[in-house]
Protein backbone atom coordinates (compact mmCIF):
# COMPACT_ATOMS: atom_id res chain seq x y z
CA UNK A 1 0.00 0.00 0.00
CA UNK A 2 0.99 3.52 -0.73
CA UNK A 3 1.54 6.42 1.37
CA UNK A 4 -2.19 8.31 2.68
CA UNK A 5 -2.35 11.27 1.47
CA UNK A 6 -2.87 13.48 4.37
CA UNK A 7 -4.82 16.85 3.98
CA UNK A 8 -4.45 18.55 7.06
CA UNK A 9 -6.87 21.29 6.86
CA UNK A 10 -6.55 24.31 9.35
CA UNK A 11 -8.24 27.87 10.03
CA UNK A 12 -9.71 29.95 11.98
CA UNK A 13 -13.32 28.77 14.17
CA UNK A 14 -16.18 29.89 11.12
CA UNK A 15 -14.17 29.72 8.05
CA UNK A 16 -16.00 26.74 6.44
CA UNK A 17 -13.34 24.09 6.61
CA UNK A 18 -15.63 21.10 7.47
CA UNK A 19 -18.43 22.23 4.45
CA UNK A 20 -15.41 21.98 2.14
CA UNK A 21 -14.18 18.87 3.59
CA UNK A 22 -17.24 17.12 3.30
CA UNK A 23 -18.19 18.39 -0.65
CA UNK A 24 -14.28 17.18 -1.27
CA UNK A 25 -14.80 13.96 0.20
CA UNK A 26 -17.82 13.15 -2.10
CA UNK A 27 -16.60 14.23 -4.76
CA UNK A 28 -13.50 11.57 -4.05
CA UNK A 29 -15.60 8.65 -3.29
CA UNK A 30 -17.59 9.49 -6.45
CA UNK A 31 -13.76 9.10 -8.34
CA UNK A 32 -13.66 5.84 -6.40
CA UNK A 33 -11.40 7.19 -4.11
CA UNK A 34 -11.49 5.73 -0.57
CA UNK A 35 -11.60 8.78 1.73
CA UNK A 36 -12.10 9.32 5.15
CA UNK A 37 -12.07 11.94 7.49
CA UNK A 38 -10.91 13.03 11.23
CA UNK A 39 -12.54 15.34 13.35
CA UNK A 40 -11.25 17.57 16.21
CA UNK A 41 -12.50 19.85 18.88
CA UNK A 42 -11.82 21.43 22.54
CA UNK A 43 -15.30 19.46 23.77
CA UNK A 44 -16.71 15.90 23.07
CA UNK A 45 -20.21 16.62 21.72
CA UNK A 46 -19.02 17.60 18.45
CA UNK A 47 -21.44 18.89 15.37
CA UNK A 48 -18.90 18.55 12.75
CA UNK A 49 -18.74 14.89 13.74
CA UNK A 50 -22.53 14.61 13.20
CA UNK A 51 -22.60 16.85 10.10
CA UNK A 52 -19.62 14.46 8.55
CA UNK A 53 -21.54 11.23 9.56
CA UNK A 54 -25.08 12.04 8.29
CA UNK A 55 -23.66 12.38 4.54
CA UNK A 56 -22.09 8.65 5.04
CA UNK A 57 -18.45 9.06 4.67
CA UNK A 58 -16.33 7.25 7.42
CA UNK A 59 -15.29 9.67 10.33
CA UNK A 60 -13.51 9.21 13.50
CA UNK A 61 -13.03 11.79 16.60
CA UNK A 62 -10.30 13.20 18.28
CA UNK A 63 -12.01 15.28 21.39
CA UNK A 64 -11.37 17.02 24.37
CA UNK A 65 -8.06 19.16 22.85
CA UNK A 66 -6.20 19.45 19.98
CA UNK A 67 -4.42 17.06 17.22
CA UNK A 68 -0.80 18.40 19.10
CA UNK A 69 -2.03 17.93 22.85
CA UNK A 70 -4.17 14.78 21.90
CA UNK A 71 -1.31 13.45 19.17
CA UNK A 72 -2.15 9.71 20.19
CA UNK A 73 -5.68 9.83 19.50
CA UNK A 74 -5.01 11.20 16.26
CA UNK A 75 -2.32 8.41 15.40
CA UNK A 76 -5.57 5.51 16.71
CA UNK A 77 -8.49 7.94 14.59
CA UNK A 78 -5.60 6.94 11.50
CA UNK A 79 -4.84 3.66 12.32
CA UNK A 80 -9.00 3.14 12.40
CA UNK A 81 -9.71 4.65 9.24
CA UNK A 82 -6.95 3.21 7.61
CA UNK A 83 -8.08 -0.72 9.20
CA UNK A 84 -11.67 -0.46 7.26
CA UNK A 85 -10.04 -0.12 4.23
CA UNK A 86 -7.34 0.34 1.44
CA UNK A 87 -7.97 4.25 2.53
CA UNK A 88 -5.78 6.82 -0.08
CA UNK A 89 -6.74 10.22 1.28
CA UNK A 90 -7.79 11.29 4.96
CA UNK A 91 -8.80 14.85 5.78
CA UNK A 92 -7.76 16.04 9.04
CA UNK A 93 -9.99 18.43 10.57
CA UNK A 94 -7.56 20.71 13.70
CA UNK A 95 -9.79 22.84 16.08
CA UNK A 96 -10.37 26.32 14.99
CA UNK A 97 -8.15 27.92 17.88
CA UNK A 98 -4.81 25.69 16.71
CA UNK A 99 -1.64 26.70 15.25
CA UNK A 100 1.97 24.90 15.15
CA UNK A 101 0.82 22.22 13.19
CA UNK A 102 3.74 21.85 11.61
CA UNK A 103 6.27 21.25 14.42
CA UNK A 104 3.11 19.41 16.99
CA UNK A 105 1.63 17.21 14.04
CA UNK A 106 3.48 17.00 10.48
CA UNK A 107 7.02 16.70 11.93
CA UNK A 108 5.87 13.99 14.79
CA UNK A 109 3.67 12.14 11.93
CA UNK A 110 6.50 11.90 9.31
CA UNK A 111 9.48 10.75 12.13
CA UNK A 112 7.49 8.32 13.72
CA UNK A 113 5.49 6.61 10.59
CA UNK A 114 8.27 7.15 7.82
CA UNK A 115 6.72 6.04 4.86
CA UNK A 116 3.48 6.22 5.40
CA UNK A 117 1.61 10.06 5.17
CA UNK A 118 2.12 12.79 2.68
CA UNK A 119 0.63 15.27 4.21
CA UNK A 120 0.01 18.89 2.62
CA UNK A 121 -1.63 21.92 5.19
CA UNK A 122 -4.40 24.01 3.83
CA UNK A 123 -5.28 27.12 6.30
CA UNK A 124 -8.58 28.32 5.68
CA UNK A 125 -9.80 32.16 6.12
CA UNK A 126 -13.22 33.56 5.26
CA UNK A 127 -12.66 36.28 2.88
CA UNK A 128 -14.35 37.97 4.60
CA UNK A 129 -12.82 37.81 7.99
CA UNK A 130 -9.57 37.80 6.49
CA UNK A 131 -10.23 41.39 4.98
CA UNK A 132 -11.56 42.78 7.87
CA UNK A 133 -8.62 41.72 9.64
CA UNK A 134 -6.02 43.07 7.31
CA UNK A 135 -8.18 46.32 6.86
CA UNK A 136 -8.25 47.24 10.54
CA UNK A 137 -4.16 46.95 11.00
CA UNK A 138 -4.67 42.72 11.92
CA UNK A 139 -6.96 43.26 14.71
CA UNK A 140 -10.80 41.88 14.88
CA UNK A 141 -10.60 39.85 18.29
CA UNK A 142 -8.63 40.45 21.55
CA UNK A 143 -4.50 40.42 20.27
CA UNK A 144 -3.58 37.43 21.49
CA UNK A 145 -6.68 36.05 19.45
CA UNK A 146 -5.31 37.60 16.61
CA UNK A 147 -2.12 36.16 17.76
CA UNK A 148 -3.68 32.56 16.52
CA UNK A 149 -5.22 33.84 13.53
CA UNK A 150 -2.17 35.14 11.87
CA UNK A 151 0.52 32.47 13.15
CA UNK A 152 -2.58 30.26 11.38
CA UNK A 153 -1.92 31.63 8.34
CA UNK A 154 1.69 32.04 8.55
CA UNK A 155 2.52 28.25 8.71
CA UNK A 156 0.44 27.26 5.34
CA UNK A 157 1.10 25.28 2.63
CA UNK A 158 -1.89 26.73 0.51
CA UNK A 159 -3.88 29.24 2.03
CA UNK A 160 -7.90 29.04 1.34
CA UNK A 161 -9.76 32.29 1.08
CA UNK A 162 -13.20 30.44 1.56
CA UNK A 163 -16.94 32.15 0.49
CA UNK A 164 -15.85 34.30 -2.09
CA UNK A 165 -19.45 33.43 -3.44
CA UNK A 166 -20.44 36.10 -0.47
CA UNK A 167 -18.82 38.86 -2.15
CA UNK A 168 -19.28 40.68 -5.57
CA UNK A 169 -17.07 40.43 -8.52
CA UNK A 170 -15.68 43.82 -7.69
CA UNK A 171 -15.14 43.26 -4.39
CA UNK A 172 -13.21 40.01 -5.09
CA UNK A 173 -10.94 41.77 -7.07
CA UNK A 174 -10.47 44.41 -3.94
CA UNK A 175 -9.53 41.25 -2.07
CA UNK A 176 -7.78 39.72 -4.03
CA UNK A 177 -5.08 42.44 -4.34
CA UNK A 178 -4.96 43.13 -0.41
CA UNK A 179 -4.57 39.66 0.35
CA UNK A 180 -1.93 38.79 -2.51
CA UNK A 181 0.12 42.16 -0.85
CA UNK A 182 0.80 40.26 2.23
CA UNK A 183 0.47 36.69 1.37
CA UNK A 184 2.03 36.90 -1.87
CA UNK A 185 4.78 34.41 -1.34
CA UNK A 186 2.07 31.38 -0.54
CA UNK A 187 -0.06 29.47 -2.45
CA UNK A 188 -3.41 31.16 -2.76
CA UNK A 189 -6.94 29.92 -3.67
CA UNK A 190 -9.87 31.92 -4.19
CA UNK A 191 -12.85 29.23 -3.27
CA UNK A 192 -16.59 28.79 -2.76
CA UNK A 193 -16.67 25.66 -1.01
CA UNK A 194 -19.86 24.52 -2.93
CA UNK A 195 -18.61 24.86 -5.77
CA UNK A 196 -16.97 21.84 -7.47
CA UNK A 197 -14.75 23.68 -9.91
CA UNK A 198 -13.65 24.90 -6.70
CA UNK A 199 -13.55 22.10 -4.70
CA UNK A 200 -11.46 20.20 -7.51
CA UNK A 201 -9.19 22.83 -8.15
CA UNK A 202 -7.92 22.51 -4.27
CA UNK A 203 -8.14 18.95 -4.74
CA UNK A 204 -5.50 19.43 -7.50
CA UNK A 205 -3.59 21.55 -5.73
CA UNK A 206 -3.31 19.37 -2.59
CA UNK A 207 -2.78 16.58 -4.53
CA UNK A 208 0.43 17.88 -6.37
CA UNK A 209 1.07 18.88 -3.09
CA UNK A 210 4.69 20.20 -2.08
CA UNK A 211 7.98 18.40 -1.50
CA UNK A 212 7.32 16.06 1.49
CA UNK A 213 10.81 16.38 3.34
CA UNK A 214 11.00 14.52 6.34
CA UNK A 215 10.81 17.88 8.69
CA UNK A 216 9.23 20.60 7.85
CA UNK A 217 10.22 24.09 8.97
CA UNK A 218 8.40 25.47 11.78
CA UNK A 219 7.03 28.56 13.67
CA UNK A 220 8.32 30.82 15.88
CA UNK A 221 5.40 31.07 18.24
CA UNK A 222 5.08 31.78 21.75
CA UNK A 223 2.77 30.19 23.64
CA UNK A 224 1.93 31.94 26.50
CA UNK A 225 0.79 34.37 24.18
CA UNK A 226 -1.08 31.66 21.90
CA UNK A 227 -2.41 30.02 25.46
CA UNK A 228 -3.94 33.05 26.55
CA UNK A 229 -6.04 33.78 23.04
CA UNK A 230 -7.43 30.45 23.14
CA UNK A 231 -8.27 31.20 26.88
CA UNK A 232 -9.94 34.40 25.53
CA UNK A 233 -12.96 31.91 24.03
CA UNK A 234 -15.51 30.39 25.83
CA UNK A 235 -16.39 26.92 24.54
CA UNK A 236 -20.51 25.80 25.19
CA UNK A 237 -21.41 22.18 23.80
CA UNK A 238 -24.83 20.83 24.73
CA UNK A 239 -27.56 19.21 22.99
CA UNK A 240 -31.24 20.08 23.42
CA UNK A 241 -34.40 18.45 22.65
CA UNK A 242 -37.79 20.87 21.74
CA UNK A 243 -41.41 19.59 22.04
CA UNK A 244 -44.26 21.10 20.74
CA UNK A 245 -48.06 20.32 21.02
CA UNK A 246 -48.32 21.20 17.08
CA UNK A 247 -46.19 20.15 13.88
CA UNK A 248 -43.98 23.42 15.01
CA UNK A 249 -40.78 22.10 16.73
CA UNK A 250 -38.47 23.01 13.33
CA UNK A 251 -39.37 26.51 13.67
CA UNK A 252 -39.34 26.64 17.15
CA UNK A 253 -35.46 25.45 17.07
CA UNK A 254 -34.94 27.76 14.40
CA UNK A 255 -36.47 30.62 16.88
CA UNK A 256 -33.42 29.38 19.32
CA UNK A 257 -30.99 29.59 16.85
CA UNK A 258 -32.33 33.03 16.16
CA UNK A 259 -32.42 34.54 19.26
CA UNK A 260 -29.19 33.42 20.87
CA UNK A 261 -27.48 34.39 17.47
CA UNK A 262 -28.85 38.36 18.09
CA UNK A 263 -28.10 38.12 21.79
CA UNK A 264 -24.42 37.10 21.55
CA UNK A 265 -24.27 39.93 18.33
CA UNK A 266 -26.28 42.66 20.57
CA UNK A 267 -23.98 42.36 23.95
CA UNK A 268 -20.52 42.88 21.41
CA UNK A 269 -19.13 39.26 22.26
CA UNK A 270 -17.41 38.23 19.12
CA UNK A 271 -18.23 34.85 17.33
CA UNK A 272 -15.93 31.91 16.91
CA UNK A 273 -18.54 30.27 15.41
CA UNK A 274 -21.87 29.34 16.67
CA UNK A 275 -22.96 25.90 15.08
CA UNK A 276 -25.98 23.96 15.64
CA UNK A 277 -26.90 20.28 13.95
CA UNK A 278 -30.76 20.23 13.93
CA UNK A 279 -32.12 16.58 13.75
CA UNK A 280 -36.17 16.29 13.40
CA UNK A 281 -35.99 12.15 12.89
CA UNK A 282 -36.05 12.37 9.25
CA UNK A 283 -33.67 15.19 8.00
CA UNK A 284 -30.64 16.68 9.73
CA UNK A 285 -28.78 19.58 8.62
CA UNK A 286 -25.88 21.87 9.86
CA UNK A 287 -26.37 25.68 10.67
CA UNK A 288 -23.51 28.07 11.51
CA UNK A 289 -22.79 31.29 12.05
CA UNK A 290 -19.59 33.61 12.91
CA UNK A 291 -18.65 36.83 13.74
CA UNK A 292 -18.94 38.11 10.09
CA UNK A 293 -22.20 36.75 9.16
CA UNK A 294 -24.44 33.96 9.06
CA UNK A 295 -24.32 31.62 6.25
CA UNK A 296 -26.69 32.56 4.09
CA UNK A 297 -26.35 29.03 2.45
CA UNK A 298 -28.12 26.94 4.83
CA UNK A 299 -30.80 24.34 3.95
CA UNK A 300 -33.94 24.99 5.71
CA UNK A 301 -35.61 21.73 6.90
CA UNK A 302 -39.49 22.50 6.27
CA UNK A 303 -41.48 19.49 8.31
CA UNK A 304 -43.88 18.84 10.78
CA UNK A 305 -42.29 17.46 13.66
CA UNK A 306 -43.88 17.77 16.97
CA UNK A 307 -40.38 16.97 18.31
CA UNK A 308 -36.48 17.71 17.17
CA UNK A 309 -32.95 17.00 18.69
CA UNK A 310 -30.99 20.29 18.25
CA UNK A 311 -26.74 20.15 18.77
CA UNK A 312 -25.21 23.27 19.65
CA UNK A 313 -21.33 24.46 19.68
CA UNK A 314 -20.75 28.06 20.83
CA UNK A 315 -17.27 29.51 20.84
CA UNK A 316 -17.57 33.00 21.92
CA UNK A 317 -14.94 35.58 22.71
CA UNK A 318 -17.06 35.85 26.06
CA UNK A 319 -16.42 34.11 30.12
CA UNK A 320 -18.01 30.69 30.08
CA UNK A 321 -20.54 32.16 32.68
CA UNK A 322 -21.89 35.35 30.26
CA UNK A 323 -22.08 32.39 27.34
CA UNK A 324 -23.90 29.83 29.70
CA UNK A 325 -26.35 32.61 30.87
CA UNK A 326 -27.20 34.04 26.91
CA UNK A 327 -28.20 30.55 26.23
CA UNK A 328 -30.46 30.04 29.17
CA UNK A 329 -32.29 33.09 28.48
CA UNK A 330 -32.65 32.12 24.86
CA UNK A 331 -34.01 29.00 25.53
CA UNK A 332 -36.81 30.49 28.51
CA UNK A 333 -37.43 33.34 25.44
CA UNK A 334 -38.06 30.38 22.67
CA UNK A 335 -40.45 28.34 25.53
CA UNK A 336 -42.46 31.63 25.36
CA UNK A 337 -42.29 32.55 21.52
CA UNK A 338 -42.65 29.34 20.52
CA UNK A 339 -44.83 27.76 23.11
CA UNK A 340 -43.05 24.58 23.41
CA UNK A 341 -40.79 22.92 26.21
CA UNK A 342 -36.91 22.72 25.72
CA UNK A 343 -35.05 20.23 27.64
CA UNK A 344 -31.03 20.51 27.67
CA UNK A 345 -28.71 17.57 27.87
CA UNK A 346 -24.96 17.42 28.73
CA UNK A 347 -23.84 20.69 29.00
CA UNK A 348 -20.65 21.79 29.50
CA UNK A 349 -18.90 25.50 29.28
CA UNK A 350 -14.99 25.97 29.45
CA UNK A 351 -11.98 27.53 28.68
CA UNK A 352 -9.76 25.39 26.71
CA UNK A 353 -6.52 24.71 29.09
CA UNK A 354 -2.76 25.62 28.46
CA UNK A 355 -1.31 23.83 25.05
CA UNK A 356 0.45 21.27 25.87
CA UNK A 357 1.63 19.63 22.86
CA UNK A 358 2.75 15.78 22.99
CA UNK A 359 5.58 16.23 20.37
CA UNK A 360 7.72 19.51 19.18
CA UNK A 361 10.21 18.74 16.76
CA UNK A 362 10.91 22.14 15.73
CA UNK A 363 12.60 22.50 11.89
Not at 8 to 14: I, K, R, S, V, Y
Not at 70 to 92: H, I, M, N, P
Not at 285 to 304: C, M, N, P, Y
Not at 334 to 350: D, G, P, R, S, V
Request: hydrophobic letters at 40%; charged letters at 20%; one cysteine or more.
Amino acid sequence: MGKVKLLLTGGFLGSGKTTAIQHAARYLQQQGRITGVVTNDQGTQQVDTRFINSTGIPVEEVANGCFCCRYEDLEKSLASLKSKGQVEVVFAESVGSCADLAATVINPLLQYNPGEYEVVLSVFADVRLLLTFLQNGKRIFFDTVNYIYQKQLEEADVIIVNKIDLLTADDVVLAKQIIATEYGGKKILYQNSLSGESIQQWLSVVSDGAANPEQRPTLLIDYDTYGAGEAEMAWLDEEIGIVTKGDTAVNAAYTLMNTLHAAITAQGYPIGHLKFFLDDGEEEVKISFTTIATDEQVKRIISKANRVILLINARVQAEPAVLQHLVTTAIIATEQLAHCKITEHNQTCFKPGYPRPTHRIAG
